[in-house]
């Protein structure tokens, strides 16, 4: 861990809402459940404080009580501190504004705790990737090139028809960007914008400013793409593994791809660990004649059925004689006897009585709503 | 800021916990992991928040690292509050000179300063190495409203085994009459559970003279109650209807932890009405792979399992690896058990290893001679080379 003790983390929570909308329909992008017993705001959160980040605000737009809810005073990141420490920043429009539209309206919007933090450097992510990044190593690469902006980025298959909201970069033999696309018509291997950005705390105060003079909104349209010859953006390259949820089925194959150990272990390192609330559940209670296969499983749920390739959330039951395969079990969702389940990805809450047959598939599982009985 | 408290609990942790050596060898006997997710210190601390009791002072003295690391500044039970909350309180050196704690008495009577300082109506007394749910704050209605001076818990026991237990008679009314200690033929089947309710003015002028009488055990169920008795003190029984557990022998540590698996044992940890709270490590969810063989057990997240595992708890971040079976055994947390090592009606400590090839007690169906069977126990951040055979009965406390 870097001592950047002079670097302020934002996060956009409420970014890209809309690639999800079964999701996000009571939450924001960073409230949706991932991995048992995460939120995806819990991976740039957990990066930045793995990185030394002491000071954090995290900008919100709409629905946003469960991300409230889930962060609480950010204890759980050790983030409840007198200096520095969690800033919930939820929308603040100016008497005739409505809610903002882009990155650098809501900064502005933010005006007051961007200007007042005595932080040097800025590093901002949005929730919608799911990675284990160094932003550590990042900075250093940002300070040593001296750039204006360095973005990370990392390479991966792109699909125009699949990945909405991606932005793809063009990267010269200096790590220098020459090119920045928005969602480009494209099919192959690219170098993928992770949409994190590290800058000077003035460099950002300036862009935000003459952004707001000219009634310009967007980050990537209004500086990235159009300053480029203005400014030196750089790129930094993230190695290891990363997710990117635009769609449901992407959510979903992420979901499983937790089964994977490399996944796994790029995912959850000991050294860089993942943080969140604790939800002090019991360990997993497994009944008499369970079969329980390649699953990732968290506390509190009690299975007396037959389990495959899942990932169940805390407090997930799963009846007598059920067959659960293939399935994203939110937290609370209860299971009846003799049910049987393949390709679903139920919100929080579920009920599903006795001897429910209910099937989706790989590339469209079925969605259950939270609380919803079936 | 009012400091005043109604009630201030008094949590005695400083035993050694001898009978469980190889576990209590570094370890505090309260901060011993249980039911895979827990400490047993974890049950009256949650105990305590639960029943609205947000002050506790918890007297240590043996090997109180471990155990001070967990309880830290209390805030996974909610007992880090800006008035009262967890204090952990070891015993100190004065200008008349230092003295470690003789007796469960003394420990709070070298600490009264500590209780005096929220001026309670009432103290309770408790142990940190039982395994129960009770909600105190019914306990302490009951003594106040028969007027008490001392209220002890009790519970049922079987005829057979109350003679290993401080046993109360009472009358009609739940008044404690006689007190005898661990009696060779007992009358009463009513035992005591180590929780005592104090009108603290009453304990306080108890421990004085108890103090200054100088007996050698300075200790509530040798001293205090009865002296109280001889005085016609007001002490009732209160009698607890539920599920406790005394673990003071590897034997029972064991039997406590396989109760978990038990449909019939009446200790529910996933009611989230009463939950029992515990500190532990961000680790994510447990991953049980594609060769496991998984059923009637409990396992705790950060666990990686892909052999089997039959009737056993296994603790946070444990690996057990393809090929290695483990069968009525506890695993506690970090233990990895590698590929083809066996594991039967055994407990393995933290942070040990069990090579590939070791074989780990016995079933007792598979014991030549009944009387030579008993579980084996493997101590803390120890490895079990792969050509060791741990035999039932046996304790390992170094590497083998």
């Given amino acids: ?374 | 800021m009012k400091t005043k408290k109604k009630c201030v609990a008094m949590l005695l942790a400083g035993g050694q916990g001898s009978r469980l050596y190889a576990l209590t060898k570094k370890v505090a006997k309260p901060a011993i992991p249980y039911g895979g997710k827990n400490r047993f210190i974890d049950f009256p601390l949650s105990n305590c928040i639960n029943s609205g009791i947000d002050t506790v002072g918890v007297l240590t003295q043996y090997q109180p690292l471990v155990l001070n690391d967990y309880i830290g500044n209390g805030q996974p039970w909610d007992l880090d509050k800006m008035n009262g909350g967890v204090h952990v309180l070891p015993p100190y050196q004065t200008s008349a000179g230092a003295s470690w704690y003789e007796g469960t008495a003394n420990a709070i009577y070298q600490n009264m300063a500590f209780i005096e300082r929220y001026d309670p109506e009432y103290v309770i007394v408790l142990g940190g190495d039982h395994v129960y749910k009770m909600d105190y704050s019914k306990m302490i209605e009951f003594h106040i409203a028969n007027n008490a001076d001392s209220t002890i818990a009790v519970i049922d026991v079987p005829r057979s085994e109350a003679s290993r237990f401080g046993i109360m008679i009472c009358d009609d009314e739940n008044r404690v009459t006689d007190f005898k200690e661990k009696p060779k033929e007992p009358v009463s089947t009513l035992a005591s559970m180590g929780i005592y309710v104090f009108t603290w003015e009453k304990l306080k002028k108890y421990l004085i003279e108890n103090e200054n009488a100088n007996t050698d055990s300075k200790d509530f169920g040798k001293d205090i109650i009865p002296a109280m008795l001889a005085n016609g003190e007001r002490l009732f029984a209160y009698e607890f209807q539920g599920y406790w557990r005394d673990v003071g022998t590897l034997d029972s540590l064991w039997e406590a932890n396989m109760d978990l698996l038990s449909p019939s044992v009446p200790l529910d940890l996933y009611d989230t009405k009463w939950k029992i709270y515990s500190r532990h490590e961000n680790m994510p969810p447990q991953y049980i792979g594609p060769n496991a063989h998984v059923e009637n057990s409990m396992i705790t997240e950060g666990s990686i399992v892909d052999g089997a595992v039959d009737f056993s708890v296994i603790s946070a971040g444990v690996t057990i690896e393809e090929g290695a079976v483990v069968k009525y055994s506890i695993i506690m947390p970090g233990t990895v058990i590698k590929s083809g090592a066996v594991v039967e009606y055994a407990i393995i400590g933290e942070d040990s290893i069990v090579e590939s090839g070791a074989k780990i007690g016995m079933s007792p169906e598979c014991a030549e001679n009944r009387d030579d069977w008993g579980i084996a126990v493997v101590g803390h951040n120890i490895t079990v080379s792969g050509m060791a055979k741990v035999l039932p009965k046996e304790i390992i406390s170094e590497n083998i």
């Avoid at chain 1, 360990?283 to 990732?296: A, F, H, M, R």
């Avoid at chain 1, 399935?327 to 006795?354: P, W």
């Fill in chain 1, 1 to 374: 861990m870097g001592i950047n003790n002079n670097v302020l983390g934002l996060i956009f929570a409420s970014v890209n809402d809309s690639a999800v909308i079964d999701l996000t329909k009571q939450r924001t992008m960073g409230s949706i459940p991932f991995g048992g017993r995460y939120r995806l705001i819990d991976f740039p959160l957990s990066n930045m404080v793995n990185s030394g980040i002491q000071e954090v605000g995290v900008i919100t737009k709409s629905n946003y009580g469960s991300l409230m809810d889930h962060l609480g005073s950010g204890r759980e990141w050790d983030l409840a501190r007198k200096k520095g420490g969690l800033h919930l920043l939820p929308p603040f429009s100016h008497v005739g504004g409505g809610v903002y539209q882009g990155r650098l309206e809501a900064l502005n919007n933010v005006w007051s705790f961007i200007d007042y933090t005595k932080s040097e450097y800025v590093i901002m992510s949005n929730c919608d990737f799911i990675a284990n990044v160094d932003f550590s190593a990042a900075l250093a690469a940002h300070k040593e090139s001296g750039a204006d902006i360095t973005m990370i980025y990392a390479k991966g298959f792109y699909n125009a028809n699949k990945n909405i909201n991606t932005n793809i970069l063009s990267i010269n033999d200096d790590n220098v960007v020459t090119e920045i696309l928005v969602h480009p018509d494209m099919l192959g291997e690219c170098n993928i914008c992770l949409d994190m950005f590290v800058m000077r705390t003035d460099f950002l105060k300036k862009i935000v400013r003459e952004a707001a003079s000219k009634n310009q909104c967007s980050l990537i349209r209004h500086v990235l793409q159009g300053r480029k010859d203005e400014f030196v953006f750089k790129a930094y390259e993230h190695k290891g593994v990363y997710f990117k949820i635009d769609s449901l089925e992407a959510y979903y194959k992420a979901s499983l791809q937790l089964q994977n150990a490399s996944v796994r272990e790029g995912l959850f390192s000991t050294e860089n660990p993942i943080y969140t609330k604790t939800g002090d559940n019991a360990p997993v209670k497994y009944g008499l004649e369970t079969v329980v296969k390649n699953s990732t499983i968290a506390d509190g749920c009690i299975i007396d059925g037959t389990v495959e390739n899942c990932v169940l959330f805390r407090g997930v039951k799963i009846g007598k004689g059920s067959v659960v395969k293939n399935c994203v079990l939110m937290q609370g969702t209860v299971v009846g006897e003799n049910c049987c389940l393949d390709s679903i990805v139920a919100d929080k809450d579920v009920e599903i009585s006795d001897d429910r047959v209910l099937t989706g598939s790989e590339e469209y599982p079925l969605y259950l709503g939270k609380k919803a009985k079936i």
